[in-house]
């Protein structure tokens, strides 16, 4: 007897034992698989695990966290007081504060009906979210709702954008001299310039205009909007382009969105250019018979009929210097004048490329 109770005892353990490096081999294959697993993105990303530890919703709901904005979270994103300050047919921009880390942020809300699938633009929101300049407002965070409302974090400028600092809104005098036009050009050439070589592969922007250029603490220039037509689906595309026609920047060959290049970049940054040096708006409000409803027409006209003190703002030629001081400012501001007009060429193969107008620009500096 005893030794049958034995044997049965020596089973048993031996089939615990068994039942035991079983499991511990489960569980090994788990870790291995799990260590293994590639995110879906490639950056700082809310994964269910963190979500649930910090009582966020989890299911439909994806908040992914882009460099500076670590603190985001869904529930303040979605608790923040906002004020609208922007509307168009495919979103609207509010100034929002979180209350948690007190930060005020831009928040863009996308219409469900206006964008194309998660599924279809996770790998451009992840590619726009890495991008960093110090001329290009940054991504900060992306956030797709249960809904199909998908919100675009970015941080938030208060001294507002270049078309307020241009009209002498917020310009306080300095808009109009020529060294602060000469380095806001710069800075916008150069955000550029990013955008069209210095990535795998050329982000277009699409829209740009003088309102899609805010200031920084500083008074540099930053380029927001930037691919925002990739995440809109064809038909919200197309009224962004439309708007832009209407607004002067479209270039002239270009007919649908999809097609818009570094060309048609060029076409829209040589309007802003010429904004800067003329004060003007693209697109004349109140045009009488005998004046131009385009700017750059206008600017051609005003060469042709020699009226050159039309190209450029009173107020550009009243910093005080020496007489070949002021020669050679008269000078820059002329091959600036020539440079804006190239880039506003109607043959595209006309148009300098970013390269060419950043060098352009860094000579009138020397």
């Known amino acids: 007897m005893k030794h049958t109770h034995l044997v049965e005892l020596l089973l048993a353990s031996s089939f615990s034992a068994a039942v035991l490096l079983i499991l511990l081999v489960v569980a090994l294959l788990v870790c291995i698989r799990r260590r293994g697993r590639k995110p879906q993105y490639d950056v700082e990303v809310t994964d269910q695990e963190n979500k649930k530890q910090s009582g966020e919703t989890t299911g439909a709901e994806d908040l992914v966290r882009f460099q500076g904005g670590q603190e985001l979270t869904v529930t303040d994103i979605l608790d923040a007081p906002g004020e609208v300050i922007g509307k168009s047919n495919y979103g609207t921009l509010y100034k929002a504060l979180l209350q948690r880390s007190n930060c005020v942020r831009l928040l863009r809300f996308l219409r469900p009906v206006c964008t194309a699938k998660v599924k279809d633009f996770g790998g451009v929101v992840q590619f ?4 960093r300049h110090p001329n290009l407002v940054p991504l900060l965070g992306f956030y797709a709702g249960p809904r199909g409302e998908k919100l675009l974090v970015h941080p938030f400028f208060r001294r507002g954008n270049l078309a307020h600092f241009i009209r002498g809104q917020r310009g306080n005098g300095e808009s109009h001299k020529w060294t602060t036009i000469h380095r806001l050009s710069i800075g916008i050439a150069r955000g550029f310039d990013y955008l069209h070589t210095g990535l795998q ?28 037509h990739l995440l809109l689906n064809p038909t919200a595309a197309q009224e962004m382009l439309e708007t832009s026609a209407a607004e002067g920047y479209k270039a002239p060959e270009l007919v649908k969105m999809k097609d818009a290049s570094e060309e ?8 802003v250019l010429l904004e800067l040096l003329s ?40 910093d005080s210097g020496s007489e070949s ?17 190239s880039c506003c060429s ?18 009138m500096g020397r």
């Open 346 to 363: 109607p043959s595209p193969s006309l148009r300098p490329n970013i390269k060419q107008v950043v060098c352009k620009l860094d000579e």
């Open 279 to 318: 004060g003007k708006e693209p697109v004349n409000p109140n045009p009488t018979p005998d004046d131009e409803f385009y700017l750059p027409t206008s600017m051609r006209n005003a060469v042709l009929d020699r009226r050159i003190a039309d190209i450029y703002h009173p107020d550009i030629l009243l």
């Open 325 to 341: 001081e002021n020669s050679v400012r008269e000078e820059c501001i002329f091959k600036f004048f020539q440079l804006a007009m």
């Open 201 to 228: 592969k050329p982000v277009i922007h699409g829209n740009l205009k003088s309102k899609n250029i805010v200031l920084d603490r500083s008074g540099s220039p930053c380029i927001s909007d930037f691919g925002l």
């Open 264 to 271: 048609t970049d060029i076409y829209s940054l040589g309007i």
């Open 128 to 131: 726009l979210g890495c991008i």
